[in-house]
């Protein structure tokens, strides 16, 4: 079996490549056809865990959603490099699913030597595997300074005899002289490969945009194969930056969660599912006063985090340690999820060099200690029984642990607006929810022992070390992700159901067949179109 090559790139990052890799890949997948999603290289620090050569390791999150819309196994082949940035010039570099501390040491440029026979051997097993290949580029493949160590781009659709297309975002201006300056800066052994242009995130009356589209293909011979309406709610999580403003669903408010977004923020991907809910407000905060308005019904979560005592050092510049304290004092709810669970602590020890060593902002009484083996596996687990208010708490199973000791804050001039009293437990609705999710940490989190043994504990929610809450019941830190992404728990919280992944995945394929040229997707597979399903 070899498998035909389809490659999406971009005339710039965040031009679509992603998206549309992802509805190429279920669009093909709808055909009988086997296939995979690649990307060579991905920077993100939005990562899955999937099978590898050596265990679970890791991949970014849209090869992952990618391989799902193909109806096919994640596997690290399926983006064997991942680089996960830590700081402005510094990233973690992932091979084959794994940490590689000798390559992270490596500048970029004389990394690609050593990592292309690693790529070219994962793709080419996926091709020998599968009936089409949908590959998805990065950045864009002109950047000419880069070309003679590019592992991603055009290295990789000469090695796969990709039929590639081009897309844009004519939604920022200047798309024909994007298309046409990618285009003109490529030799004309790379230009052969474009076999089609498309315009992406369109607003108005497509018959506005000619002649441009005819008069491109006369300098260039590629064809403008399809004109992408903008498209806000096509359910897909974005695969960097945080999502756009329209995060309000339809209906009456009644919920905002406030998502903190710190410099270094990872895996924010797993909040998509929340942009759906009903009556529920999903918002971006980098200031303290994003934080001023919230009521103690609203949520404030702070996600993970590639470099958390970086991060913890941002939001304390930033004065949002105060407020979201003050969001918990006045009895308002608190998730912390991996790294945000361990800045909820009391201390981040880093007796390895991994992180760095700094305070938490003390809401548990927990202590994270980094170690030099990272976690990386899926989880499936069962939050224990917690009756609701501050009475008591207990794990199902045989663990058991005290009463709380703490009583809620008093009413206060500076918690107006919140509706402080008897405690309700806002994570209450989760006891006794199994949920499947995913880990991806170096820290280990235990419970402070000088603070313990003074009868300050986190009382503990989730089995094997996973999740804690507070003695009021109101801030929650968990190692797991993927949370809202678990159908029984968004059930449990909001007595909701959302549009499930298949679901978007098939809107999303049947959006390209609509709006791309009759036949122009099937010809992209050139002579052999009409693959056989049999060939599955």
Same mark, same amino acid.
């Given at each position: ?203 108005? =009356? ?8 005819? *008069? ?23 695969? =960097? ?47 303290? *006063? ?215 995945? =098939? ?30």
């Amino acid at each position: 079996m070899t498998a035909q090559c389809v490659m999406v790139l971009g005339t710039t990052s965040g031009a679509g490549k992603s998206w549309l890799t992802t509805a190429l890949c279920r669009y093909y997948a709808r055909q009988g056809l086997k296939v995979a999603p690649f990307k060579a290289q991905n920077m993100s620090n939005n990562a899955r865990v999937v099978a590898g050569e050596h265990g679970q390791g890791e991949i970014g999150s849209a090869q992952y959603f990618q391989a799902l819309a193909a109806r096919a196994v994640p596997d690290v082949r399926m983006n064997p490099l991942l680089l996960k940035p830590e700081r402005d010039t510094h990233s973690q570099v992932v091979l084959m699913g794994q940490v590689s501390a000798e390559l992270s040491a490596v500048g970029w440029r004389g990394r690609s030597a050593s990592v292309w026979p690693v790529i070219a051997q994962a793709l080419d097993e996926l091709i020998a595997e599968n009936d089409v290949v949908v590959i998805e580029g990065a950045g864009s493949p002109a950047e000419v300074n880069l070309s003679d160590c590019d592992i991603v781009n055009m290295r990789v659709a000469l090695h796969a005899k990709a039929a590639c297309l081009l897309v844009t975002d004519i939604d920022r201006g200047g798309a024909f002289a994007h298309l046409y300056g990618t285009w003109a800066l490529l030799p004309e052994n790379e230009r052969a490969l474009l076999k089609g242009f498309v315009l992406n995130k369109f607003r108005g =009356d497509a018959t506005l945009l000619a002649p441009a589209p005819q *008069m491109l293909e006369k300098l260039t011979g590629v064809p403008t194969v399809a004109t992408l309406p903008m498209w806000w709610q096509h359910g897909l999580p974005e695969e =960097d930056g945080v999502f756009d403003d329209r995060s309000v669903s339809a209906g009456v408010v009644t919920k905002t969660v406030a998502v903190i977004v710190y410099p270094h923020l990872s895996n924010l991907d797993e909040f998509q599912p929340l942009k759906n809910v009903p009556g529920l407000r999903l918002q971006w905060v980098r200031s303290p *006063m994003q934080l001023a308005g919230l009521a103690s019904s609203d949520w404030v979560i702070l996600p993970g985090s590639k470099h958390t005592s970086s991060d913890l050092a941002w939001l304390r510049h930033q004065g949002l340690d105060a407020a979201i304290a003050q969001h918990a004092a006045c009895g308002g709810a608190v998730l912390g999820i991996c790294g945000g669970l361990q800045m909820l602590g009391e201390a981040l020890i880093d007796p390895h060099g991994i992180d760095g060593n700094a305070p938490g902002l003390g809401l548990l009484p927990l202590v994270t200690v980094f170690d030099l083996d990272k976690t990386v596996r899926h989880t499936q687990t069962k939050f224990g029984l917690a009756m609701a208010g501050s009475t008591a708490w207990a794990l199902a199973g045989d663990l058991m642990v005290p009463n709380a000791h703490k009583s809620a804050p008093s009413q206060s001039p500076s918690c107006a607006g919140h509706t402080v009293g008897a405690p309700t437990h806002p994570w209450a609705a989760l006891a006794g929810v199994a949920v499947s999710g995913y880990e991806i940490h170096h820290g280990q989190t235990r419970q402070h022992p000088a603070m313990a043994a003074a009868g300050d504990i986190a009382h503990p929610v989730l089995p094997n070390d996973l999740g804690w809450l507070n003695a009021q019941g109101n801030v929650l830190g968990l190692y797991v992700h993927g949370l809202f992404e678990d159908a029984s728990v968004l059930r449990a919280l909001f007595g909701a159901t959302v549009p499930t992944l298949d679901a978007v995945f =098939d809107g999303l394929a049947d959006y390209v067949q609509r709006h791309f040229n009759p036949g122009a997707l099937d010809a992209l597979l050139g002579p052999d179109s009409t693959l056989s399903p049999t060939r599955r």
